[in-house]
Each structure stands twice: as C-alpha cells, then as structure tokens.
C-alpha cells in the first residue's frame, strides 16, 4: 500500500504547464490555472482538452456561472466564454487580484495591496462588477482578506489589525464583526448556512460568532462536508466531526473520498502522502507523491489534484472501487489495476 502512487491510482493525468494555482472540478470538466498564467480545462468523460488560453499570471482563482468563466489573474479580473475561450472583459484591479465569487446576479473580486517595504499587506479592496464588466460598486479596507464567501452577502475573513470579517449585503454597506477568537483569519470555507473561519492560533470559527472548535496550529485547510466541516492544520491536527486524529505532518489539503464516506487528507514531509480517514477516526495510506500538492478540489465520486510542477490527477469512484482494499495487498491484482488505468488513460489522451 505505501508503495501506491498517485499516478497508478489517476484515471486521468495532464499537464498545465507550470505550477498549478487554481482548480475547479465542475460538472463534467476540470479546469485548471498555473503561476504562468495558463488556462486549460478538460472532459473527463473523453479527456479532450476543452480550452487553452494564456492570461497574466498567476491564476488565482476560478468561477463559472453558465457559459462563462471568471478568472482571478495577476491584477486582472478577466470573463472567458468557457467553449471558445474568448476573452469577453478584463478589469483591472489595485494590487493583486486574489479570488472571485458571484451572488446576486454580480460578480465580485477581491483584491490586495502588498507594501515590500514594511513586508505586509496594507489594503484590500472589494469589487461588484455586472455581467458586461461594468463596475457597480467598491469597497476598500486595511485588512488582508483570506477568505471571499456568500452568505446571505459577501463575507470576508481578515487578518490583523482588526482580524474577524468583514460583510457586505444587499443594502451595499461593509460592516465589520468580530470572531469568537481575536486571531487572524487564515482559510475559510463555505457551509450550509455559514462561513466557517480557520485562524492562525487553529482556532475553528464560524460568521455566527461561535467557536468551533480548537486545533493545535495554523490552519492550512478547511472544507464543508455534510452540514459540518472538517480541517487540518500545520502540525498535521485533524478536526472532524467528534475526531481529532493526530497525523504529525503539515496537511496540504482534504476533500472527501471517492466513496463519498471517508475523508482524504493530504500531508507533507519531504513528499506528498494520502490518507484515507474512516468516520471512526481510524487511518491508513492509500498513496504517495514524490511532489508537493499545491490545490484540490471535489466533487461526488471524485477528486482532482494539482501539483508544483503544473501536472493535474483525477481520481474517481467508478474506477477506484473495483478493487478492494484486501486485492490491493496482491501484487497480481495490482498489475491488473495498473494496466487498467493505463489503458483508461490512453483513451483519453
């Protein structure tokens, strides 16, 4: 089993070309960003590579709404018709354009100013744009942003001096609210009826003024999962549920396993290693990676993986449950699923 590579377990593996930077796994397609500033996206049912294109880089974040893909670039908030890969608008922002999401009908940037003189971040500013690019309304204040959610409004998780969030509704007014912990904000994600926040002391917060729940470290990733939420911090504490499971190396990321019922989680120590976490709290390996894993994302049935050098693996349910973890100890059985996924994979090359 810890001989398993991510590789062997990937139906499908392409390459964006530098390192990976952004990544959404939507629907029938991957789309993926790079440091570069490559754009590329593909089928998964037939591998074929969907759209190319080279923006300002990095690609820092990624939403689609219908036929058209936002992009967060360099300090460039750029609208792509997803099938032709025409770009349709580019605004640009003050300072590095660092994530987008859409609510109410507009689309909404967040953006950031980094002073090298003093080594820190003395501006962010909120942008809501309508669907032709047209600038409707902006926001600007001293914190960084870590975190752009929806939640009834736009919510942002801040750092220091004023740490909490903050949020803009539809009334169109920015108001500031404290967290339940006066740490900054690190990470976030969106649940099902509100934000939650992981800070820098690992505490886990949420937009309704609770506490959570306490980690033993920054908190390097959070995800929503079946009206809770489960996370993982830099000294490899996981939070899930009633568990704390103690896995003593940095977690790079989580997302729920191509079974729909375990927990996948990331780790590093000189390289990438996956572990499969039951509801119990109980762990094994079910693959490594010689490369550092830098964005995931999930979907029911699968999850998709981007690494430092720009190549991108999807695992999926449909291929990965035809062996069981018992066939998996056969050295003859796993020959059988190498060749499998080989094949598989050429399909879609």
Not at 222 to 235: E, K, L, P, Q
């Amino acid at each position: 089993m810890g001989d398993r590579s991510l590789s062997d377990a990937s139906s499908l593996i392409r390459d964006v070309g530098s390192c990976c930077s952004s990544i959404l796994f939507e629907s029938d397609t991957v789309v993926v960003g790079s440091k570069d500033g490559a754009i590329k996206s593909w089928s998964i049912e037939s591998g074929k590579q969907m759209l190319g294109l080279k923006l300002d880089g990095p690609i820092s974040d990624l939403a689609v709404s219908g036929k058209i893909l936002y992009v967060s670039c360099s300090s460039n908030l750029v609208a792509v018709e997803i099938t032709t890969g025409e770009v349709l608008w580019s605004s640009q922002l003050e300072g590095s354009s660092d994530s987008v999401t859409i609510w109410d009908g507009f689309i909404w940037a967040l953006s950031s100013v980094y002073e090298i003189d003093i080594s820190d971040y003395t501006e962010s500013t909120l942008w809501k744009f309508n669907s032709r690019g047209e600038l409707i309304e902006r926001w600007s204040f001293a914190e960084k942003g870590w975190h752009m959610g929806v939640n009834n409004g736009i919510e942002i998780g801040i750092g220091r001096p004023s740490c909490g969030f903050i949020k803009v509704g539809s009334d169109g007014i920015l108001n500031y609210h404290s967290l339940a912990v006066a740490s900054p904000v690190t990470i976030g994600c969106d649940g099902t009826e509100t934000i939650i926040f992981g800070l820098s002391d690992g505490s886990i917060c949420n937009s309704d003024g609770d506490l959570c729940a306490k980690g033993s470290g920054l908190v390097t990733s959070i995800i929503s999962i079946d009206d809770g939420w489960a996370s993982g911090d830099r000294n490899g504490r996981v939070l899930w549920g009633e568990e704390e499971i103690e896995l003593g190396r940095e977690i790079l990321s989580m997302g729920v396993a191509p079974n729909g019922v375990d927990l996948w989680v990331q780790t590093w120590e000189g390289k990438s290693t996956f572990l499969s976490i039951s509801p119990g709290g109980d762990y094994s390996q079910v693959f490594e990676h010689p490369d550092r894993i830098v964005v995931s994302d999930f979907k029911e049935g699968g999850l998709v993986f981007g690494d430092q050098l720009g190549r991108v693996f999807l695992v999926e349910e449909r291929y990965e449950n035809r062996f069981g973890r018992e066939d998996m100890e056969s050295g003859h059985r796993e020959g059988e699923r190498s060749l499998l996924m080989e094949r598989l994979r050429r399909l879609r090359e």
